[in-house]
């Protein structure tokens, strides 16, 4: 673990432990004349806010010419601020450095997959491998912890803003081969260990010593899938880095003060579990709206769900960000309205700022913001909302925040979301494995972890995320949607536990090195189930194949693995092809899927393994949503169709009706 590690904020800390929700907004008092910021600070702290972030983009405002620093605006605006009661979190302000020393030092841009320099002109034109950057990254962040670091205003630090947004996290410059090369010399010592690794006698791929290695880009065809993986390790580790130096900084200059990154919705472009390592806090941008656009579902779910989103992307990432923050979770962004950078920018139904509010809550978020206090009539993102119109006047999520703090006094205090019975393990290793050898175009690893996860949800089951790292005490089901690359204490742990396990398929299916195992897959996973995958095939629908479990026939899905098994066959193939063959085999306690399920079979799936676990289930919510934080229990309805909600006779109803409206919310407390 980092040096860091040791140094994180205090978890009892009021700013982490707060007794009840805590709300924010992001602010931007740079974009506004300085007359209005008083007035904008009394009308945060009368709507209810606590919180207010500011500072991410700000370096350019601070240090207008090099070495020369202007912190007047900063100064002021934090004490108007602070003195207006809200708690600051002020931004490093690396995600955008000024134009002078992009200037001064073009060996900070990135290089695209294009192969093209990423130029200025908007954000996040940096290179994670320039040396220079690294240096100049943490000037400006001692300039501002020294500044800021004892401020009694200033409660919490940001770093940087949102890594990987604009896909940003793979660069192709001279900067990142030099440091790529060095990697791997480190990781492999000798060119005859990575030639090794990368099987590189295959093709005539041979390197005779690490400088001759290139990054993987405009290869002919496919680079190997080690070098694409070790790529994106290496990626990921510069990303960790390049945030550690920050976090060392403020640790050093800014003592109790709580650090987060603001991270986006399930990006897998670097190991967040392993960036949070340094974090007191993981913060992460919710815009459910985009999300849906953008996302999984098929088109007629998405026509339906089009102003309430997805009903569990948002709880799915709440649920992985609680874990990198190994409890602790903040929504640094809550969308309040139209953005402007989805395929389309629809507006979300009346309500829906306020439900996702309270299902941050009930998902074990602390502090929820705002994204952002005024909508900018200039630039980039002037069709994005704020909680006021350009002109000052509230819009919609102004309401609906008032609503919200209002809201709050009506809950009992000092509620904790408590451990889930089902984990869901989320590995990033394993969906670079998988991106680096997806093998069918349809083979989504992300979407078919949020299935599985969805699939749990409709039943009204509450789940926690888990990486391979996190102990395993107390699940009754561990379920391991893509486990491609299983790590040795993770198998340890998962022997140790009392928990019955699923696996999908691909799991077990790939070395590190990424190599088919010896022995077959699923490698090391035949310490807990007795099979060999003899033969894998991608299918171009997700109703290829059909299979018959128990007493039903289901349609399988777009992946199938033919294999040799030992265990009890719960599941076969029913199709022309191979009929008979096993689609889910398992033994006492471990249970191991071969195909990807369509949404029917995998419910009946889920139904079947929570039966299993001994773990209760409500039949199928539909577009109704549930989550538990302590004794209170958080009902939501994503449909457009009014439900009944299943509240059971001891419960007090605290907020809300026993009949849920659409986009509307309901708590009870169970007496
Ligand atoms: C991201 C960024 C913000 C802003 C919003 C717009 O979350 O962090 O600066 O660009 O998107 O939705």
Redesign the pocket.
Known sequence: MSSTVQSRVDATSTDLTPAMLELGVCYYPEQWPREKWPEDAARMVELGLDWVRIGEFSWSAVEPEPGQFDWSFMDEAIDVLGKAGLKVILGTPTAAPPKWLIDRHPDILAVGPDGHVRRFGARRHYCFSSRTYFREAARITRAFVERYGHHPFVRAWQTD??YG?HDTIYSYSAEAERAFRLWLENRYGTIDALNEAWGTRFWSMRYRHFDEVDLPLHVVEEPSPTHLVDFVRFSSDQVVQFNRQQVEIIRAGSPGRPVTH?FMSHNIDFDHFKLSEDLDVASW?V?PMGGLINGRLPDEEKARLLRTGDPDQVAFNHDLYRAAGRGRVWVM?Q?PGP?N?AAHNQAPADGMVRLWTWLAYAHGVDMVAY?RWRQAPFAQ?QF?AGLLLPDSTPDQAFHETATVAAERERLPKNRQRERAKVALVMDYESRWASRALPQGRTYQASAICLDWYAALSRHGVDIDIVSQESDLEGYALVICPDLLIPNTGFIERLKASQAKVLFGPRSGSKTPDMHIPDGLPPGPLRDLIDIRVTRVESLPSPESETVLHGNRSFAAGTWRETIETGESVLATFTGAYRPGSPALVGNAGVRYLTALPSREWLDALMRDCLDWAGISWLPDLGDIRLARRGDLTFAFNFGTEAKELPIPANAGILVGESYLEPAGVTIWRHI
Do not use: G
């Open positions: 803003n949102e947004d603001n941008d815009y962004e969308q953005v950078w994204f993102e994005h």
